[in-house]
């Protein structure tokens, strides 16, 4: 039988699909951004726009977590969850974050910095109502990041709750949106022999500065 570890060693993968140069790219990195996720989703890969969320905790850990990013303009990247959560909680003390797309089949990663504010409370009200019913108790249901017993604990809440509210349950006041403003980004394109492109921007006086990173 096969070492895993050997073999987990032994992977390598030939990046060719694609590169990234100053001169086709754009300026302004939201642009940039926003040519990359369409490209994503007219790829039709699973779930393009999962990213993950890394928070810092009080006592300097960081963690991480996959959601599903559902909206960005020039404020910033939004998504929603439960504000009672450790990402929750870790956010209200230190309201930084860094997020992270890995397009697997592009080849792409984007990396994305910033301050971390909540959206208001019309925008997550409007954002509520357009999710699933099930979706909608679950956002009651479910006591994120709590020890359970069991998954009875669940599915009994879910219960309950839709009992309670039927087919109009309200948003949680638990629950909601958050906003990253971005303050760095960085684009990162697999090449070949692990000479890869990677271009970051900053803010630098009100402006984005673009910068070429070693691989």
Known sequence: MSDPSRVIADLRKSYE????DESASHADPLQQFELWMQQALS???PEPNAMTVATVGADGRPSTRVVLIKGYD???IVWFTNYDSRKGRELAGHPYAALQFHWVELERVVRIEGRVEKVDAAES???????PLDSRI???ASPQSQVIESRTVLVANAARYGAQFLL???RPPHWG????VPDRWEFWQGRKSRLHDRLRYR???GRWVRERLAP
Do not use: C, H, I, V
Not at 125 to 131: E, H, L, N, S, V
Not at 177 to 180: A, D, E, Q, T, V
């Open 203 to 205: 803010q630098d006086a």
């Open 17 to 20: 699909r694609g590169e990234l």
């Open 125 to 131: 009200d409007a954002y509520f109502k357009t999710r």
């Open 43 to 45: 790829a039709e890969l």
């Open 168 to 170: 109009n349950p309200p």
């Open 138 to 140: 679950g956002a009651w």
């Open 177 to 180: 949106g958050y906003r990253l």
């Open 74 to 76: 020039a404020r910033g």
